[in-house]
């Protein structure tokens, strides 16, 4: 972060005070306020933190009003066409492509971490059948600090080393199993013959009395699914797990709390509400009805996959995903897909729509990824917990730039109290 030697200026009564203007390698530059309060006894007010950087840092780069997405300097594109996912998990880790001794070496670790702790098969089971994969995700991350206590001394480097390998090769593991338990399927343990992706297909899909055939086109498909998803700035679940951290938390609390964020509607959980709107809205005639729902002030509905907080432009990932779904649902032979014909109209429709392009609504990352992951064979309530997995990466990666930054210190934002001034107890009879 180099100091361009500008500052910027905020008069408010009668004072006024000198600002420091930071500038990054790319992007706006900031007003460094941090002695704000100190100085001029104000805080500032960004509810949603719309104009606020919260860190700065040397990860991802997004430029929402282009479309761009860059992973270590990298474009999204490029990575998803020619790398795959443990390599980008690489990239993202520790800043630079790997040679080929350093991915195979990587690989290597990551595959000999897949399994987990026999003990902790007994989490899944006092879930209730039915609980969503993601509430058992969060308890089951949540509880590996639990189990591996070697690896949650924060301040020990090789600690923090083995406990990003850990999640980063586990996830698969206990995603499928979450899954695995939904429907009253045991679970399949990990096999390190399998590349990352295949062996995540074959934990979810394949039963003792029948073995799974990966379809590599489909493993390939799952793979680009997982870079799409690796990182992407300080989104809602990523700031989760730097707050949650700020406070010394150990990695995999940290974690379990960037995965419970992730799960809301507004974020991670939209790649399940979009595909239940599009089945909802079933066929193309049923379009204009729900683009009017979604235009209209007094209904709650919004057109799920469609808008974001920083692109305003298409999401580059939504691009290569819209690209991906037609090659898997060609594979899989079903491009007449009543699902992907609406998800195409809606697209047209909507981007025709002034609505839409007056507010900058652009499909996202969700609008897609439900689509080919239907095909796949997963039900919608896998859909997050696939984004989870793939997202722990750029959480882990996140976490260790944060826990080596030595100005690291405790998220605490303050507020603009509009409660009660102070006033005396009454006694109950008083009242
Ligand atoms: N459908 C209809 N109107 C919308 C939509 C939508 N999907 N998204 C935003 N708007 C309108 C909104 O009503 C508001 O209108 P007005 O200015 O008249 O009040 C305007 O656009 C700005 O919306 P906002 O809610 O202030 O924008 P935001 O930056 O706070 O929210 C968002 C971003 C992603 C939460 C929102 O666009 C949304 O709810 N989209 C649907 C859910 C979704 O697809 N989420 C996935 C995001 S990408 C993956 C991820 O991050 O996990």
Known sequence: MADTSKTATLTFGDKSIELPVLEGTAGPNVIDIRKLYGQGGVFTYDPGFTSTAACDSEITYIDGDEGILLHRGYPIDQLAEKSHFLEVCYLLLYGELPTGEQIEKFEHLVTNHTMIHEQMHYFFRGFRRDAHPMATMVGVVGAMSAFYHDSTDISDEHQREVASIRL?????????????????QPFVYPRNDLDYASNFLRMCFSVPAEEYQVNPILSRAMDRIFTLHADHEQNASTST???????????FACIAAGIACLWGPAHGGANQACLEMLREIGTV???????????DKNDPFRLMGFGHRVYKNFDPRATVMKKSADEVLELMGIENNPTLQVAKELERLALEDPYFAEKKLY????FYSGIILDAMGFPTSMFTPIFALARTVGWISQWKEQISDPQLKIGRPRQLYQGPTQRDYVDVENR
């Open 168 to 184: 980063i090769a586990k996830m698969p593991t206990i995603a499928a199993m979450a899954y695995k338990y939904s429907i009253g």
């Open 241 to 251: 797990v730097r707050l949650a951290s700020s406070s010394g938390a150990n990695p």
């Open 285 to 295: 005639d049923r379009i204009p009805e729900y683009i009017a729902r979604a235009k």
């Open 363 to 366: 499909p996202n990352v969700d």
